[in-house]
């Protein structure tokens, strides 16, 4: 039953030409200082400065348009971007509020205009946000040290997998540990940085329960075993809960554990990674911790450990003096060394911190509470939608922070897909949810994440319009496999983009296989 | 010390559904008496029952700027001073409109939408790969990786994979930040897919790399040579054409790395035979945010061997049912570790995408002229600097001429280091470079100084002045 009122929605159009379309020849968007003329002196011309084999001969194929051309072409795209403008409910990436203070703060020259080489004294400011934040890290998780050099969730991971190459090989043990256990509902970042640090993967599959069995683990746990990468609770809302028993299983053979908690926002304040034995967990501060996704970065993954992995840890480390001042330590020779220069995206730590003392431990169990409570309020109502069942229907306990639903039974009936229904949503100003990590094991799964951020009502309106559109797909199903209507583009062509006569990353490679000239 | 319990929450300016009575019905719908039934799942030996070592809430955003802000503000920036630290991550201007463009909600906040309603974003993306192209004269662009370091490592990865060899020739004169980065993603030799990184000398007479060395050490199991151009010591390889065509003789893999600000004067690495590009991003529009603002790229020629070895995401051009309309898609995600888990190309994950934002704005507004103005600017006030340090006494620059933005500066004859010297400056209100003693103790107590089109004949007369000052 629609609770809202259906708002008239259409998305801004403005068939805004490529940059490279546009402008003029001779217009310039920015004015260089005008070299002073004593300078010019000492120096001569300046493309004689330039050794002749090494001077550009090419002309740059770049637009020519004045500053107000360049900033109304950017506005225009920005507007041709739906993003959070309305309601974004995109699971396992926890769509919350990105706090507008924070970017107040972040592009003071304080923050912005800082080089990461300069003389300690002259960064304490940077040093004692990243060190206070260690330090409600290691509350919330129980662990030793947090690093933030990883720009991403999957770059911790791959912290893991480096520290588990450097751990293992410190013993000497190497060479023989060379496999890392993961399951088919961890996130891929987990076995693919498992694979690229040079690692095998054993991926168990879910079991009937709808997480493989300890007994699973057992028979692939063996003095191999270099490392377990898991998460839990897992993107479809099920908690594993021989998670201690299996952290126990794979220490007993020699590896570590390591907890990819991309999952938190449900279980922030309930669950401990040191609690449950983990020697190491990451969190992603762009994602948990309020810091703004950016379409995809600068984020900030925070690996953290405990004290027998710290030596480990990629440099430089942030630490305390006796005389309470902070310094950039090394990390000494056991350091797997750098993942990526410097020591992280710290306006994004900045951010977290902000968030999270914005927060206090009872506003993150609130979040927390809010998060699951919203899954299971959508739950109900989702499922009293016709052709939508519960991904592993069978399992009656409640949900944690999201639920995976499968459209299956409305493709059957209908021939529209959960794809088409992602691509429909958005002519109501719904941003398109997320529908399943690699491999799909529910039929055209759909999972949205409530979270903490959105009111009942964006909840209900959501619901809504998902009732709306499947409602539509028995009606008019044409309406919804030929969707979306209301947006700046309609649906792609379908070209097979995988044709190399076909890809175009760049307007180069489109101009020459597109518009072969004349 | 805290203890929580689970109760009704009081309303807080983040949550909507923290007031009480939108708590409350959600707790009536969902047919919840008591919160912890939803947790349900998890053992009760699981849970954290103990106190809480945590600092009060600052709900008041008033009360919250003035505490991150108060701590932030201890920080001397390089607004306060003058600066000239480069290496790696480097000072320029940063046009309002690429700020105003990246804290636009729209782009701050977006995820991953379909590709009609983030269509607009997708354009910026496509539009960041299009001009980087036409920057380093590539046809094949990814989107943007971690950094410039993460760039150089997966671009090693892809050679290596299309080539089956595992040996890889670098310069000495690599960013020991960089080559750190380099060395973890070329793995362990106990493990699968390890590659051996071999240091090529530098020639002490020119600061480039010495191709005679090169020329011992390259045979038919090296998959690549990487070298920087400019390099990380500023100097400019000039004999690039000559190491890629050593590279193509042994059917080596030769990548480029490159600072794009350089592009508009610089020949692009295409004219001088590289195969594979990459770069960093941060120069382009990204304030330095101490080391948080950097990022990478890969660029290559549009030929099947190099795209299906790319461990990104990119978007293509292409069409949608509209006759004539243009959009973008993903294309070649099959191979990446979202498609593909562990049998993907390394992996993705976010990267650094609102950097696109900031670079494809300042790419625009710079345009052809743009770049080689700026080119030229930097070229004239780094000579000038570069000149007159030379003029004083017990300082010298061993590398003179043919570099950009960056030079090394030496002071052995002052029996001054480089530690003292860049303490003595910030009495000055500067800055000093680099210091490059540890990671390069061959080049005795020197610094790396970084002169961008920042940096006016006044900063710079000012530091030439505080040298003379503190190295007398």
Known sequence: MIKSRIRKYHAPVWDEPLVMQLGAEGRQGVALPITEPAISEVVGSPEDLIPLSMRRTSALGLPQLSEFEVQRHYLHLSQETLGMMQISLFGTCTMKYNPRVNEKIVYQPYVAEINPHQDEKTLQGSLEVVSRFDHLLRELSGLDKFVFQAGGGADAAYIQACITRAFHASRGELAQRNEIITTSQAHPCNPATASAAGFKVITLPLEENGYPSLEALKSVVSSRTAALMVNNPDDIGIYNPNIREWVEVVHQAGGLCFYDHANFNGVMTRIRAADLGFDACMFMLHKTFGGPKGGGGPAVGAYGCTSELIPFLPGPLVERNEGGSYELRDAGDLSIGRVREFWGNVPTVIRAYSWTRAMGIEGLRDAANISVLANNYMEKRILSIPGITKGLPELTQRRLEMTRYSLGELTQETGVTTIDIQNRMPDYGIDGYWLSHEPWFIPEPFTPEAGELWSIEDLDYWIDVLEIVCTEARENPELVKSAPHNQPVHQLSGANLSDPEKWATTWRAYQRKYMEID | ?472
């Open chain 2, 1 to 472: 010390m805290t203890k929580i319990g689970s109760k009704v929450p009081t309303a807080h300016p983040f949550m909507a559904n923290s007031a009480p009575e939108s708590y409350k019905e959600m707790l009536r719908v969902a047919e919840v008496g008591d919160i912890d039934e939803l947790f349900e799942q998890i053992p009760a030996e699981h849970l954290y029952t103990g106190e809480w070592n945590f600092p009060e809430p600052l709900k008041s955003e008033a009360s919250l700027y003035r505490h991150v802000s108060g701590i932030l503000k201890q920080n001397i920036s390089c607004e306060d001073y003058l600066n000239f630290l480069g290496a790696g991550c480097w000072q320029h201007y940063v046009p309002a409109i690429c700020d105003e463009m990246v804290t636009r909600t729209e782009f701050l906040t977006s995820v991953w939408g379909t590709p009609s309603s983030d269509h607009g974003r997708n354009q910026v993306w496509f539009e960041f790969a299009s001009q980087i192209g036409e920057l380093v004269g590539m046809e094949f662009v990814g989107l943007p990786l971690y950094s410039f370091g993460t760039a150089g490592g997966h671009a090693i990865r892809m050679a290596s994979r299309m080539n089956k060899r595992h040996k890889v020739l670098i310069p000495r004169s690599m960013d020991p930040e960089r080559l750190a980065v380099l060395k973890t993603y070329c793995g362990y030799a106990e493990l699968d897919g390890f590659i051996e990184i071999v240091q090529v000398e530098v020639d002490p007479q020119s600061g480039r790399l010495d191709l005679r060395d090169l020329e011992s050490k390259i045979d038919h199991e090296v998959t690549a040579v990487y070298f920087d151009n400019p390099n990380y010591l500023g100097v400019i390889e000039k004999e690039a054409r000559a190491i890629c065509d050593l590279a193509h003789k042994f059917g080596v893999e030769a990548i480029v790395g490159v600072d794009p600000i350089s592009l508009g004067v610089l020949a692009s690495p295409a004219e001088y035979g590289a195969d594979i590009v990459v770069g960093t991003t941060q120069p382009l529009g990204v304030h330095m945010n101490c080391g948080g603002g950097v990022g990478g790229f890969i660029a290559t020629r549009d030929e099947e061997r190099y795209a299906r070895e790319y461990p990104t995401l990119q978007v293509s051009l292409t069409d949608t049912i509209e006759q004539g309309e243009m959009a973008f898609a993903l294309t070649l995600f099959e191979q990446s570790s979202y498609g593909s888990r562990e049998d993907g190309n390394d992996w993705t994950g976010n990267s650094v995408y609102l950097w696109a934002v900031a670079n494809a704005t300042y790419m625009s507004l710079m345009g052809p002229s743009g770049f080689k103005s700026i080119g030229h600017s930097i070229l004239e006030r780094s000579h000038y600097a570069a000149l007159k340090i030379a003029e004083i006494p017990k300082l010298s620059v061993p590398w003179r001429t043919d570099f950009f933005k960056e030079f090394v500066v030496n002071f052995d004859a002052t029996h001054k280091t480089v530690a003292e010297v860049n303490t003595a400056l910030m009495t000055h209100k500067i800055f000093g470079g680099k210091d490059l003693s540890e990671d390069f103790p061959e080049l005795g107590q020197s610094a790396l100084y970084s002169v961008t089109e920042i940096h006016t004949q006044e900063d710079l007369d000012t530091l030439v002045a505080a040298l003379e000052e503190v190295t007398k």
